[in-house]
């Protein structure tokens, strides 16, 4: 096949033995001709990522306190000892930003962005996901849901956020080659794709079930359309290999009774009859680490 792609004017961009394909550019047309009786088993488009950002509507500045730990039940772990050491985290966003919240936590990172000319998070989405998970103020005022944990960083989207499933794809197949060396138990990704398919036909679905295969599990966002049509169809949390994540509004208080789930959070049945997301998390008015004044979503703030 990848000879057929070049003798009809195509080029193979890069090999995904994750999934058994690659990812080429070639023209629409040589595409329709394609047979996929013995030459293909599926074409995907390489699409564009969404971020996990919510909608903007603001935050109640009076509401900036870390309560989402209790809320999500963190507390009763941590003093049980389960604070996410021995376990490291990669997380595939916008690069994450050493800083004093992360110590020497941060064990490696990799950039699979365009933009290979700056290691760091230029956005600021990646750095503010790894403070809700590991992130540990030194005044104990700010913690993530597993303080102890180490961070893997995995760019696939720079300054302006953008990405694309094979970004995505390639990343995942670097973690899987290489976790035993960053010793990686947990991907984080809260990114999907922007269109909306079949886990069984998705090659970034196939990439995060490889993951699970080889013992790493893969914790996505499900997305931030509501209860649309559709809403739960976008890879990878439509995927029944990883565990999906959903949002809910704490209300500001540790209790349960006046926890609803926030409407602008992903929620349904999939195509393939699944129902997503398993698992929902405090996602409103939530305090995280900043990449900095210089970051992009700093600069929209």
């Known amino acids: 096949l990848v000879r057929w792609v070049a003798d009809h004017g195509g080029t193979v961009v ?57 809320a999500a039940g963190a507390p009763p772990a941590w003093q049980q000892g389960v604070t996410g050491d021995d376990v490291t985290v990669a997380v595939i966003d916008t690069g994450v930003t050493p800083g004093v919240d992360f110590g020497g936590r941060i064990t490696g990172s990799r950039n699979f962005s365009s933009e290979s000319y700056f290691q760091f998070d230029q956005n600021g989405h990646g750095t503010w996901v790894a403070g809700i998970i590991a992130g540990r103020d030194p005044r104990g005022r700010y913690l993530g849901i597993a303080p102890g944990a180490d961070l893997l960083s995995v760019k696939v989207a720079g300054r302006d956020g953008s990405a694309h499933a094979g970004d995505v794809i390639e990343a995942i197949q670097w973690i899987v080659r290489n976790k035993d060396r960053y010793d990686v138990r947990v991907i984080n990704i809260s990114l999907n794709s922007a269109i909306a398919d079949s886990y069984l036909r998705d090659p970034l679905a196939a990439a995060v079930e490889e993951a699970w295969f080889q013992g ?12 649309a049509q559709f809403a739960v169809d976008h ?61 992009y979503l700093a600069r929209q703030a």
């Not at 033995?17 to 550019?25: L, M, P, S, Y």
């Not at 290999?241 to 409407?263: E, H, L, M, P, Q």
């Not at 995280?288 to 004044?293: D, E, H, L």
């Open 14 to 70: 890069r090999q995904f033995d994750i999934v058994g394909g690659f990812e080429a550019e070639m023209p629409i047309e040589a595409v329709r001709t394609l047979d996929f009786t013995d030459r293909a088993d599926w074409i995907s488009l390489n699409a564009p990522m969404m971020t996990s950002d919510r909608p903007q509507r603001g935050v109640d500045v009076s509401r900036l306190a870390t309560v989402y730990p209790a």
């Open 216 to 227: 790493i599990v893969v914790v996505v966002s499900v997305g931030n359309l509501g209860g």
């Open 235 to 295: 890879a990878p949390a439509n995927d029944p290999f990883v565990i999906t994540v959903g949002s809910f509004d704490d209300g500001g208080t540790a209790t349960r009774s006046d926890d609803v789930v926030a409407d602008w959070s992903s929620r349904g049945v999939t195509v393939d009859g699944y129902a997503k997301p398993e698992v929902t998390a405090p996602g409103v008015g939530i305090v995280s680490t900043s990449g900095g004044n210089h970051t």
